[in-house]
């Protein structure tokens, strides 16, 4: 039996999950541990080596488990960086995306490049904690020291094998790789001032990236594998889409909706819209708007303790009439205020519409507005592309959430299948079973998922 593992982690926790294939996929949950950022010498920064610690500690579980050989692929978040010096060693934590230090950089650089040029060479989406504006920011004598910069997930293959590998589907997202020439852009480093020589070199998703190789752990012979590090390329892998013409939203802290392209989308049309081409697994490009998802529930959870699970939470608010409130949760006051409930109080109030107070309420304007603001976006994609959507996949944490999705399909009128819930995790495992050999390619792979999966199906309520 071949044994798969999929290191997986968010910006609110991380997981080590074991799969199989036997009659479908068979996923288990070995470990899981709590990811934040912290504020640390003036920024937010995430703790990388408590995740790295972590991930051993599950590898060993896996191997105690009684697997002894297995694959592993690591997916993250995007846009955040390691900086290391010239003997591999880590010079500072590494500072979250959220960190204000980005704000105004974006305006910076576009006095040195215009925004449309940028976006002819990129295709990526303008977002102020992008990886070239964090560069444009950073501590130049970190960076003077710095010998190699690896995103989350290469640094922390590169700690469990010793390897520095770049893969794109996570590099894609810093803006400043060229989508003609598929490396790095040289005139957007100059820019920055960072010479190509700090990077790693470049890997696609399915290559092999080293074996495991780490001392004072009990752990099974693994070849870690490069899947979409990125855990966004690899949900969009994991959707089990099997007709033409289909939408992805890929439903997390944050939303990512759009489809799935075999040539890049980078015209006058789409730089207005802002949208983005993340490269995909398979030489394939996302074409999506990255847009706010479950954060602001997120927030008003932790705010009140969780005294509620997320499922009381959507109990709640299905008790309460939707769409009493018109709010922008993609304006950049909900990015990290300091208090997401009095923010959005305040911005009801402010337009003169009803304030929520409760539980329920609040959280029916968040659903509300997200589904409003998927409503939007897909009418975008769809003018975009030139493509009419016949169905609306929902995969990640959010297609658990039956009363979103159903006021998602009536506000879309379209059709939406939820789930998988773990699509990150599956298209995680799933290009390791392709490399492996397991599936001819990733059109057999969905076809499989879709036939082993069970998923909900709603449909406008009109």
């Not at 102020?128 to 444009?136: D, G, H, V």
């Not at 009439?321 to 300091?338: A, G, S």
Request: charged share 20%; glycine share 8%; net charge negative.
């Amino acid at each position: 039996m071949t044994y798969h593992v999929a290191i997986d982690i968010g910006a609110s926790s991380g997981r080590v999950i074991l799969a199989n294939k036997i009659d479908g996929l068979e996923l288990r949950e070995i470990h899981r541990f709590k990811n934040g950022f912290v504020e640390a010498d003036g920024h937010d920064r995430w703790d990388i080596d408590q995740l790295v610690d972590n991930v051993l500690i599950g590898l060993e579980k896996v191997k105690q488990s009684g697997v002894n050989t297995c694959t592993i692929g690591i997916d993250t978040w995007a846009v955040d960086y390691c900086l290391l010096d010239k003997n591999g060693n880590l010079l500072a934590q590494p500072i979250a995306y959220r960190d204000a230090r980005t704000q105004g950089a974006m305006e910076q650089v576009f006095q040195h490049i215009s925004k449309e040029t940028i976006y002819q060479k990129t295709g990526i989406q303008f977002l102020n904690f992008n990886t070239l504006y964090q560069l444009f920011v950073e501590d130049r004598s970190l960076l003077e020291k710095t010998d190699k910069i690896l995103m989350i997930p290469d640094y922390i293959a590169y700690r469990l094998t010793g390897k520095m590998t770049g893969e794109v589907t996570n590099w894609s997202t810093t803006q400043f790789m060229n989508l003609e020439t598929r490396t790095f852009d040289k005139e957007l480093l100059e820019v920055i001032g960072i010479e190509t020589g700090k990077f790693p070199d470049l890997i696609e998703a399915g290559g092999f990236i080293g074996r495991l190789e780490v001392d004072g752990y009990d752990l099974p012979e693994a070849q870690v594998i490069a899947v979409g590090t990125h855990d966004t390329a690899s949900a969009v892998v994991g959707v089990p889409a099997t007709s033409e013409n289909w939408a992805y939203i890929s439903s997390g802290t944050w939303s990512l909706i759009g489809i799935e392209s075999k040539q890049p989308i980078a015209n006058q049309d789409s730089y207005l819209a802002n949208y983005t081409n993340e490269w995909g697994a398979y030489q394939t490009y996302r074409f999506l708007k990255n847009i706010t998802g479950m954060w602001c529930v997120q927030e008003i959870a932790r705010l009140t303790d969780y005294r509620y699970s997320f499922k009381e939470m959507a109990e709640q608010a299905a008790l309460v009439e939707p769409f009493q409130q018109e709010i922008d949760l993609n304006d950049d006051r909900f990015t990290n205020p300091e208090n997401m409930i009095e923010e959005i109080k305040e911005a009801c109030r402010e337009i003169g519409q009803k304030v929520p107070e409760s539980i329920g309420e609040l959280v029916m304007a968040v659903y509300s507005n997200l589904a409003k603001a998927y409503g939007r976006e897909l009418k975008q994609v769809e003018a975009l592309t030139g493509q009419t959507i016949d169905c609306l996949h929902i995969v990640g944490g959010g297609s658990n959430i039956s009363l979103l999705n159903q006021l998602t399909a009536n506000v879309i009128g379209k059709e939406v299948i939820a789930g998988p819930g773990e699509a990150t995790a599956i298209g995680n495992i799933l290009v390791q079973m392709i490399t492996t050999g397991e599936f001819e390619n990733l059109q057999e792979a969905r076809q499989w998922l879709a036939e082993t999966s069970e998923f909900e199906t709603f449909i406008p309520q009109l």
